[in-house]
Every structure is written in C-alpha cells, then in structure tokens.
C-alpha cells in the first residue's frame, strides 16, 4: 500500500516562479526521500532528509521534514522548463532496503 | 558508471504467454528491487534482494510472477501465464548499503 499521500497531483506554473510539492505519511520513519522521474525514464534521486532533520538544501531544491505532522515539502526555487518532470516522496522506516511511494505530482513548467 | 540496465525496453505479447524481465544492477550493489508502475496503483514494489537473497516479495501479486538472482549481476522478473492486467512498466532498482536507489529506465510491457 502507498504511504505517501502527495499535493498537489498536477502543477502547472511559469519559468522562474517558484514550485512547490507535500507529502504526507502515516508510520514513523527513519528518512524520506524525493525522487524525480522524466517521461518515459526511471526514477532519479534528488534529495534525503533524515528523521532528526527539519531542512535540507540542495541547488535550488529545499526539502522540509516535520516529524510531528508527518509531512515534507520540496520547494524547487527559479524553475526550469527543465524541471518539467513528476516528483515523488518516498519513506524509509528502518533504513533497511524498502522504499514505500507516494503517488506523485506531476509538475509542469512552461517557458 | 553504465547504471542499471533492463531489458527489453518494450515488450509485447498475447495473453497466456511467459515473459521475461531482465535486469543489470549496478556493480558493487548489494540490493535489488523490482517494481511496478502502473497510472490507477502508481509505484509499487514486488520484491527486493539483498546480497542475492530475496528478502521481502510481500508485493508479488500471485504465484503466476516469479523472480530470481541467481548472482551480483543478474536478476529477472518472470510472469507465467500473463494476463492483460500485467500490462505496466517494470522497473528495476538497484543501491550500496544505506545509500539511495538508481533506477533503470523500466520495460513497458503490454499483454494483448
């Protein structure tokens, strides 16, 4: 069963604004993890914060942890055309090797 | 690094076939993970290995899917007999201890 409960689905905004993505989960973890995945390709890592974290930077990615909500946010600063892609949420609970997804939000960004 | 490597890329096949997936994982990689993509379930995982054992196929729909590791470097996914409602796309995932999981590019499979 999927864990992560992502918003929006669907995005839609212009060059240079700003997009953001939440997620919400249900169990205690130990890191979540956002992931990006173009059309037609595999999903690639983008960024993990670990459950003793609030905020982590990366480029223009700020991803945000609130345990006590059970909810992260990925902020993408300045975007891209580029950036146009889906992006999803995943949990680790015992750092082990599973993963559980969110659905995803498919993000567009127009020129 | 040549990254995960699946194939085929696509397959099509009729109803009642055996498929089969193939996949690469990353050399030095000690945990594999196959998954399903579809737009009504999203990402699912079936199964995962560490070190060449299966450690969790909770995720395996039912015992028409079967999947094996028989080394480091290969793994494959098979479905016998396939339904219309295996049509989606598989991915294979692989990674190093705590560090986060490379995906190959997925085979999208269609059974007619």
């Known amino acids: 069963s999927q864990q992560g409960e992502e918003d929006p689905q669907a995005l839609s905004i212009q060059e240079g604004e700003n997009a953001t993505m939440n997620c919400s989960y249900k169990t205690s973890i130990n890191n979540l993890q956002w992931y990006r995945q173009n059309s037609g390709r595999g999903l690639v890592h983008l960024i993990l914060i670990r459950s003793n974290e609030r905020e982590k930077h990366s480029g223009r990615l700020r991803v945000t942890l609130d345990t006590s909500k059970k909810s992260s946010s990925l902020l993408i600063t300045a975007s891209r055309a580029a950036d146009t892609a889906s992006y999803f949420c995943?949990?680790?609970?015992?750092?082990?090797?599973?993963?559980?997804f969110g659905q995803g939000t498919e993000l567009s960004v127009k020129p | 690094d040549a990254g995960v490597i699946q194939s085929p890329r696509h397959e099509v096949t009729e109803m009642g076939q055996e498929v089969t997936l193939r996949c690469k994982p990353i050399?030095?990689?000690?945990?594999l993970f196959w998954y399903r993509q579809t737009m009504m379930r999203g990402l699912e995982l079936l199964i995962y290995f560490n070190n060449n054992v299966p450690i969790d196929d909770s995720g395996m729909p039912e015992d028409r899917f079967s999947a094996k590791m028989p080394n480091a470097s290969f793994s494959t996914l098979k479905i016998q007999p396939s339904e219309p409602r295996d049509s989606a796309v598989y991915f294979c995932?692989?990674?190093?201890?705590?560090?986060?999981?490379?995906f190959g590019d997925g085979t999208r499979l269609s059974i007619l």
């Open positions: 050399s030095g990689h000690d945990y």
């Open positions: 995943a949990t680790d609970e015992n750092q082990g090797g599973k993963l559980i």
């Open positions: 995932a692989s990674k190093e201890g705590v560090q986060p999981q490379h």
